[in-house]
Antibody
Framework: EVQLVESGGGLVQPGGSLRLSCAAS????????MHWVRQPPGRGLEWVAR????????TYADSVEGRFTVSRDNAKNTLYLQMNSLRAEDTAVYYC???????????WGQGTLVTVSS | DIVVTQSPDSLAVSLGERATINCKSS????????????LSWYQQKPGQPPKLLIF???TRERGVPDRFSGSGSGTDFTLTISSLQAEDVAVYYC?????????FGQGTRLEIK
């Protein structure tokens, strides 16, 4: 059974940093592109970043480019999102998703809440 | 950037009736190299992550009931629920994913009339 379990969310002050993790199991993690998608409370979905199966290609939404970094450790079956210079508008539930492939998301984690507030 | 617009924003349909949600992208989702549309549909129920329903515009994900269907090509797409069930109450999103940025529609809230 495919499982994606996010962790690392919490309350952080504006300008601060946080690293999210996503532990994957039930599939060959190293074969799949992976994505991060976020959802502000009560609002819609926003794609954040993606990373190729071997980690060689990363792409970001304009809203996070230069502040967030997606990475992966295929030996540990884990996806990461390093978030720096956090802003109030980054407050959201962050989901880890598996690529379909082609850019859609066939499996989603339960999400981890990041709150940026003083 | 690509703009993806769903209509309507909310919809109330009687049980057993048809529900139709539209999605329009500002650029074509059709990839000429494989003739596939990179447009997907998701269902999100309260307190849950989204669930993939339809990918490549019209291919139903495994386990999705056949009352859900997707159609369209290029820039105009439709999600149809042929006979609404109580468990279909949710917010539905379309997603454009031909290249980046991957872009979601704003969502359509579906309720029972």
């Amino acid at each position: 059974e495919v499982q994606l379990v996010e962790s690392g969310g919490g309350l952080v002050q504006p300008g601060g940093s946080l690293r999210l993790s996503c532990a994957a199991s039930g599939f060959t993690f190293s074969n799949y592109w992976m994505h991060w998608v976020r959802q502000p409370p009560g609002r819609g979905l926003e794609w954040v970043a993606r990373i190729k199966s071997d980690g060689s290609i990363t792409t970001y939404a304009d809203s996070v480019e230069g502040r967030f970094t997606v990475s992966r450790d295929n030996a540990k079956n884990t996806l990461y999102l390093q978030m720096n210079s956090l802003r109030a508008e980054d407050t959201a539930v962050y989901y880890c998703t598996r690529d379909c492939p082609g850019g859609c998301a066939d499996y989603w984690g339960q999400g981890t809440l990041v709150t940026v507030s003083s | 950037d690509i703009v993806v617009t769903q209509s309507p924003d909310s919809l109330a349909v009687s049980l057993g009736e048809r529900a139709t949600i539209n999605c329009k992208s500002s650029q074509s989702a059709l990839y000429s190299s494989d003739n596939k549309n990179y447009l997907s549909w998701y269902q999100q129920k309260p307190g849950q992550p989204p669930k993939l329903l339809i990918f490549r515009a019209s291919t139903r994900e495994r386990g999705v009931p056949d009352r859900f269907s997707g159609s369209g090509s290029g820039t105009d797409f439709t999600l149809t629920i042929s006979s609404l069930q109580a468990e279909d109450v949710a917010v539905y999103y379309c997603q454009y994913h031909l290249g980046t940025p991957i872009t979601f529609g704003q969502g359509t809230r579906l309720e029972i009339k």
